[in-house]
């Protein structure tokens, strides 16, 4: 199994799901609030704030809920300042990752991460020590009730998407990460809106992870790595082939 968003079906599979719930609202809500600051209040005027209100929604959040982290941004009293920063690194067997934090605190955010890292026979790089291994892509989800797959894929193929394709009771599509919220929008006209949408970190190649002890520390790098406040996302480049994943997780 390899890295990239794969990471995510294993969280799945180890459970708690009330604490993931919670923490995808957490991320959900400093996205909006981050689109705000950086665009405008107003979704039809900032795609950035469409998509993540979007997003929240289609996870089930309230509206009441969305309303007030946008109305918290706007607010004249409101002095907090989130910022983005994306963290690089190595984990066991030299794989390659990227975390990508919203964080009130940098310094908080920086020894958080630093610290998980070196817990985890990990190493915290610098700016640009694996971005190089990555793509950065756009990708968004429908459920496969909106119709016929071939439907979906012919319409794809007039936006001139990179990829396209079924995955169980979804279909997916990956797109370059500047045309996305074009694409966001060319779809929603078309079919509805996405069940999620977002940006991610694709591995242009991959490290094997062969050794069980340094897989097992791996998962647990990434694992503590998505649990932190502050994170957003974490991407990484490693394979595990299927019948070692099945005896450590």
């Not at 791996?218 to 019948?243: A, G, R």
Request: glycine letters at 4%; proline letters at 2%.
């Amino acid at each position: 199994m390899a890295g990239h968003s794969k990471f995510k079906n294993i969280m799945h599979r180890k459970g708690a799901q009330d604490k993931k719930r919670a923490k995808l609202f957490s991320r959900l809500i400093r996205e909006i609030s981050v689109s705000v600051k950086l665009g405008s209040p107003d979704p039809d005027s900032n795609p950035r704030l469409r998509t993540a209100i979007n997003n929240a929604l289609s996870s089930n959040m309230n509206k009441d809920s969305i309303d007030k982290a946008i109305k918290k941004q706007t607010s004249n009293e409101n002095k907090e300042l989130i910022e983005e920063i994306i963290y690089e690194g190595f984990g066991p067997s030299g794989v390659a990752i990227i975390v990508e934090t919203m964080t009130d605190n940098r310094n908080r955010s920086a020894a958080e991460v630093r610290s998980t890292f070196s817990k985890y026979n990990g190493n915290l790089g610098v700016n640009g020590c694996v971005t190089h291994n990555f793509k950065k892509i756009g990708i968004v989800t429908y459920k496969n009730e909106i119709g016929a797959f071939e439907d979906f894929f012919d319409f794809c193929a007039s936006l001139n998407v990179d990829d396209v394709f079924e995955n169980e009771d979804k279909y997916i599509l990956e797109t370059d990460f500047e045309s996305l919220n074009v694409v966001v929008a060319a779809l929603e006209k078309k079919f509805s809106i996405p069940k999620f949408s977002q940006i991610e970190w694709k591995p242009l190649n991959f490290i094997d992870v062969d050794d069980e002890s340094n897989a097992r520390t791996l998962l647990k790098l990434l694992e503590t790595l998505e649990e932190l406040d502050d994170v957003q996302s974490v991407s990484s480049n490693f394979n595990i082939n299927d019948s070692l994943m099945e005896k450590i997780i």
